[in-house]
Each structure stands twice: as structure tokens, then as C-alpha cells.
């Protein structure tokens, strides 16, 4: 589904350069649940930014569904994006103004889905995200945790083929960190696939791969592995046991 291909991007600010991204290859294949780890300034939003094309390289080769991204003009990244892209931020972004319906519904009005078919496909992803009881309800009067389901909600409800979530747990509390993950697991186990930055090591056990940043490149790329059932009174690793891809 992706490939980078020795890919940089450097910022220069007050006349000293730095790399956020520096010469990193790596291949995401379609139904992969990838985390992101690692410190502060490592270069993980900036990798989040550009596979959303919500920023560009200077160096390399970018591949997205076959696509040379770094060939194609804005209006067909924003093309791409729009079509193949969901996004999910830590801070929800949802409309103030519109209720918890009317956000979820926004970008289908925006694929100019038809209304009927827009209500249809609303209250299957609010059935899904179980929180259709809250469908009328503004986001100030939902949990942190009610929030972040109407931005998944958001997020899939054009049935992206790419799901890029940028510390969803970030501003939630343990129990509705839980019930986020145990739901981007799910939505994974359905066929998305997912890229989620976390500063939470606790978390990556929720997906099927993590890669480590340390300054702009991949210090570690592994595979996860559910430790069995019975196992884990003997295992050195508590939560998953992770060998190297």
C-alpha cells in the first residue's frame, strides 16, 4: 500500500536546519495495524504528516496505491487524500456547532453522497462506534471518550482505505484510552488499515507491528506477536513478545 523509499524532509528556522525525516525506507502493506514509538522530536508527526500528504519530502520516492506522490500537483494529493485518507487527532476536531450526527455526516456532504444514503451510512457507522444514543447531542455535552468514537465515526465513514491517528488516547483517561484501542483493534480486524502514533508503549500490543523513531529514522521495526494463552506467567514480556521483522 506504501513505500518510502529513502525519503528526507529537514526544516530550517532561525537559520539551523533541522531533519525530521532522514533517508527512512519502509513498506506498509494494506491491513497492517502499525504504532509508532519514540522520544519527543524524533521525527513521528512529521512522518504522520506526510503519509496524510498533509506535507512534503524533499528527497526520495513516496509511494501511496501506486501513486508517485511526489509527482502529483496539490489538487491531486488533496484528491487522493480525500478519497483514501481518514484522519483521527487528539484533540478530536470536531464542529462545535453541529451535532454529533452532522459531523460524522460532514464528509460524505462533501463526496457529495446523496442524503438518503448519507442517513444510511451515518447510522450504520454510529451503530458501529455505539454511539448512536448520543447522535443529537452537541460535542461539549459528550465525553472525552464520546468524542473520540465521533471521530473515528468521522474517520472511517467514507471507508478510507488508510486510517492515520495522531495520539488518539492523548487527552483520554485509562478506561476510555481502553475502550479507543479495543475499538481501532476492531476496526482493524475488519480490514483498515491503521498508522497510529502514541507516546503510550502499553498500546502497541493493540496492533500487529511497531517501528521505533530516533532522530528522523527507524532505530527498530518489529513484529507483534500475541503471547498464548497460559504462557504468560513465564514470559519475560508481560503484555506481547515482539521479534524482529
Not at 455505539?130 to 452537541?138: F, G, T, V, Y
Not at 464520546?146 to 488516547?169: G, S, Y
Amino acid at each position: 500500500m506504501i513505500t518510502f523509499n529513502n525519503i528526507s524532509r529537514s526544516f530550517i528556522g532561525d537559520e539551523v536546519e533541522t531533519v525530521a525525516i532522514d533517508g527512512m525506507s519502509l513498506t506498509i502493506q494494506k491491513g497492517e495495524f502499525l504504532s509508532i514509538l519514540g522520544p519527543s522530536g524524533c521525527g513521528k508527526s512529521t512522518l504522520l504528516n506526510v503519509l496524510g500528504m498533509l506535507d512534503h519530502i524533499d528527497d526520495g520516492q513516496f509511494t501511496f496505491l501506486e501513486n508517485s506522490v511526489e509527482q502529483l500537483s496539490e489538487n491531486q494529493r488533496a484528491q487522493l487524500r480525500k478519497n483514501h485518507i481518514g484522519f483521527i487527532f487528539q484533540s478530536f476536531n470536531l464542529i462545535d456547532e453541529l451535532t454529533v450526527e452532522q459531523n460524522i455526516e460532514l464528509p460524505l456532504y462533501y463526496h457529495k453522497v446523496a442524503k438518503a444514503e448519507r442517513k444510511r451510512i451515518v447510522d450504520e457507522v454510529l451503530q458501529r462506534v455505539d454511539i448512536a444514543h448520543r447522535r443529537h447531542h452537541l460535542p461539549a455535552k459528550l465525553s472525552g471518550g464520546q468524542q473520540q468514537r465521533v471521530a473515528i465515526a468521522r474517520a472511517i465513514v467514507t471507508k478510507p482505505d488508510l486510517i492515520l491517528a495522531d495520539e488518539p488516547t492523548g487527552n483520554l483517561d485509562s478506561k476510555n484510552s481502553t475502550e479507543v484501542m479495543e475499538l481501532l483493534q476492531q476496526l482493524n480486524q475488519q480490514g483498515s488499515t491503521i498508522v497510529m502514533v502514541t507516546h503510550a508503549p502499553e498500546h502497541v500490543h493493540y496492533g500487529t507491528r511497531v517501528i521505533e523513531l530516533l532522530d528522523g529514522k527507524v532505530r527498530n521495526d518489529e513484529q507483534i506477536i500475541d503471547v498464548p494463552a497460559g504462557k504468560e506467567e513465564n514470559s519475560d514480556i508481560s503484555e506481547k513478545e515482539l521479534t524482529c521483522a
